[in-house]
């Protein structure tokens, strides 16, 4: 017998951190199809976000079952580029996948916020990202399915790199003793991916850990579990709030699902095994 069909998905924002923890976790079955802003991946496309034409051509020749965004740019570039992808998309057999953020949230922030939430963003980029989920809403309905990622932490992140670099500089480190967040695994997006496109899930879903954590405390765990010696951590005076965006979707199961714990434990392991294999 033959097996099930490989969906053929467009990764928009391949080389990024979310980018590479979707194609892990979804190239085993899948065909990926990588593209990025600022170059052109291995068997991929160089597509920048200023130039939607080009993207309508990379999809009339890909006829992709499935695109997962997570590019980033100037934010009236990435509204049109979002807008022609899901004109392209709409009324056909298609899914959208949209990587946003909690950021949807930072101009409230008396509390942790469930799916159901209405946003309330104050920053630039947290409009935006509001702006560009209720474009794509209106445009794909029940096509598109949303990932709002709180704080995304990896071995070897951004975050990470710059937690090493404070530490061997000795230059202070700002942190943020007053805000409450959760954080995510990068790993977990390219499960949750997996996941919800395999069963035709759709609408918002907070991706992160279903509790929360001190920031500035955070950041000394990472470092005590990654053997990071501590930074001079410089605090910001910042009054009590929380950006946090918390996983209440009952379709995900229990094995999905992450504490910070959980995320600190996965960090840990990872550098070691990325340890033992150097």
Request: aromatic share 8%; glycine share 8%; net charge negative.
């Amino acid at each position: 017998m033959r097996g099930p069909m490989r969906r053929k998905i467009l990764l928009l924002g391949a080389t990024g951190l979310v980018g590479r923890a979707a194609a892990g976790s979804l190239g085993e079955n899948d065909q990926i199809i990588p593209a990025a802003g600022h170059c052109a991946p291995e068997n991929g496309y160089h597509l920048p976000v200023e130039e939607p034409d080009r993207l309508l051509e990379v999809l009339t020749r890909e006829d992709p079952d499935v695109v997962i965004s997570s590019i980033r740019g100037d934010y009236p570039a990435q509204m049109a580029f979002h807008r022609t992808l899901a004109e392209w998309l709409a009324g056909k057999e298609k899914r959208l996948l949209y990587m946003s953020t909690a950021n949807v949230f930072d101009g409230s922030l008396s509390q942790p916020w469930t799916e159901d939430a209405l946003p309330a963003p104050a920053s630039d980029y947290g409009v935006f990202k509001r702006d560009c989920e209720e474009m794509l809403g209106r445009l794909l309905g029940d096509q598109l399915a949303v990932f709002r990622l709180a704080a995304v932490w990896s071995p070897g992140c951004p975050r990470v790199r710059q937690l090493q670099r404070s530490s061997e500089s000795r230059e202070p480190h700002p942190t943020y003793p007053g805000y409450t967040i959760n954080v995510t695994l990068a790993d977990q997006i390219g499960d949750y991916a997996k996941y919800v496109l395999s069963r035709g899930l759709h609408g918002i879903f907070h991706v992160g850990t279903t509790d929360t954590v001190n920031y500035a405390a955070f950041e000394e765990m990472v470092c005590r579990a990654l053997h990071i010696p501590l930074p001079v951590f410089a605090p910001e005076p910042e009054e009590e709030a929380f950006l946090a965006v918390l996983p209440a979707r009952e379709e995900i199961p229990a094995d999905l699902q992450m504490t910070v714990s959980d995320v600190l434990s996965a960090l840990k392991n990872s550098a070691q095994a990325r340890t033992a294999k150097g």
